[in-house]
């Protein structure tokens, strides 16, 4: 039987709820150091979203930072698209948070809802797509890869 690409990538993002998995990714300072680039957590989201989607070939390379994350989706075919669909890339419009801008990617599950890193739980969350009607954030850009429901 063949492999069902598109409902394993699904549940694989459903299952990474509350996962620590995805908390820190670390580079090597000049002096030999190691330092957690994620900051246990707080900056997850697109290391999150990218070792996902690597597993899966669907990019090139795991990112630590959203706008890279966005150039392998580009450079792979992902295009944009007007509405979301159930395993697309949701990325988010930048917001200033502790003295610094912070742009957010996440994936749509269906039923208006997303699986993206929280900041606060430092762990893949499930949560309305535009993070409900008290703290709403606005989707600048969905990104879908043609075929990947059909494989």
Partial sequence: MPFDLFHTYLATIKNSVGSGMFRESFLSTPDGEQKDILRNGELSCAFFVSSI??????????????????????????????EPRIGSILVWEKLFSENEWHSHIGFSVGDELAVSNSKELRSPQLHHYTYGKEQQRKITHIFWKEGLDRT
């Fill in 53 to 82: 989607l690597k597993i899966y070939d669907l990019i090139d390379h795991q990112h630590a930072t959203v706008s890279g994350t966005i150039a392998d989706l580009e450079k792979n075919g992902w295009t944009i698209i007007s």
